[in-house]
């Protein structure tokens, strides 16, 4: 089964720009995959869904600043022009045939 | 608009059981893959059990096959999760979520503490 695999923490000045990235293992490179936020203390939200090609879909209400971009086995999401309520947890997630996981999750603090 | 709002939660011992539920509104329930995944305090995501629309289709993470049964009542607009021989690292906020090959939808979430 695949593995997601992401950096615990990163860190940006607001009004910058960050590029999370969430890595498949190998030999699921061409796996599609969804990127999600969870603020503190909230539930998670799913921001978008992003194939291997680099085209993604985003959920209803995200903000433009909101971006997806893929590279071999390399899935990244990109906020641009950073908020202070883009600090939050971001977590990407895949499936196979009987099967769901999540990456550990990018702690993102905006300083 | 769509809602998913999970009840059933609190505090049970160890070995203990607990049912989940979760009321969902706003779209076609009938038509939709549903999930759990659950979160322990400070940890991250880990999904739990999966259900395909007409519930013929069923999944389980390792961690909890055995213990956990997924179910959902189409009539009811309701998916379930029932937990039995509860340990003290089931202890975590279960969120039902709406699938579309990818999660597109989270509810709030409901805790569950297993504790003595």
């Known amino acids: 089964q695949p593995v997601l695999t992401q950096s615990s923490s990163a860190s940006a000045s607001l009004g910058s720009s960050v590029k999370l990235t969430c890595t498949l293992s190998s030999g699921h490179n061409i796996y599609i995959i969804a990127w999600h936020q969870q603020q503190p203390g909230k539930a998670p939200r799913y921001l978008m869904k992003?194939?291997?090609?680099?085209?993604?879909n985003k959920g209803s209400g995200v903000p433009d600043r909101f971006s997806g971009s893929s590279s071999g086995a390399d899935r990244y999401l990109t906020i641009s022009n950073l908020q202070s309520e883009d600090e939050a947890d971001y977590y990407c997630?895949?499936?196979?045939?009987?099967?769901?996981?999540f990456g550990g999750g990018t702690k993102l603090t905006v300083l | 608009e769509v809602q998913l709002v999970e009840s059933g939660g609190g505090l049970v011992q160890p070995g203990g059981s607990l049912r989940l539920s979760c009321a969902a509104s706003g779209f076609t329930f009938s038509s939709y893959e549903m999930t759990w995944v659950r979160q322990a305090p400070g940890k991250g995501l880990e999904w739990v059990s999966y259900?395909?629309?007409?519930?013929?289709?069923?999944y389980y993470a390792d961690s909890v096959k055995g213990r956990f049964t997924i179910s959902r009542d189409n009539a009811k607009n309701s998916l379930y999760l029932q937990m039995s021989s509860l340990r003290a690292e089931d202890t975590a906020f279960y969120y039902c979520?709406?699938?579309?090959?990818?999660?597109?939808?989270w509810g709030q979430g409901t805790l569950v503490t297993v504790s003595s």
């Open positions: 979520a709406r699938v579309q090959q990818r999660t597109d939808y």
């Open positions: 997630e895949t499936w196979d045939s009987d099967t769901r996981v």
């Open positions: 992003l194939e291997g090609s680099g085209s993604y």
């Open positions: 259900i395909s629309p007409s519930g013929n289709a069923i």
